[in-house]
């Protein structure tokens, strides 16, 4: 699984990669995290708010700060 965190490297960026990344291990899941800071790589992907959450190049959140438990209700699925 590739995860994405779109942003600018804000505080809610940061707790978003902190939650994502919690999740992942608490579902156990292997997954490569990557920042993207760039505002034309995360136009991209449509989103016109951040933080941003890009799952195997799918955007499954924008605009706002999940709690863990929602990550791994987003995740979940995705896993397989």
Known sequence: MNIKILGSGCANCVNLEKAAK??????????????????????????MRTPGLVVDDQVVLSGRVPTTAQVKELLAPLAG
């Open 22 to 47: 919690q999740a992942v291990s608490d579902l156990g899941i292997e997954a490569t995290f990557e920042k993207v800071t760039d505002y034309a790589d995360i136009a991209s992907y449509g989103i």
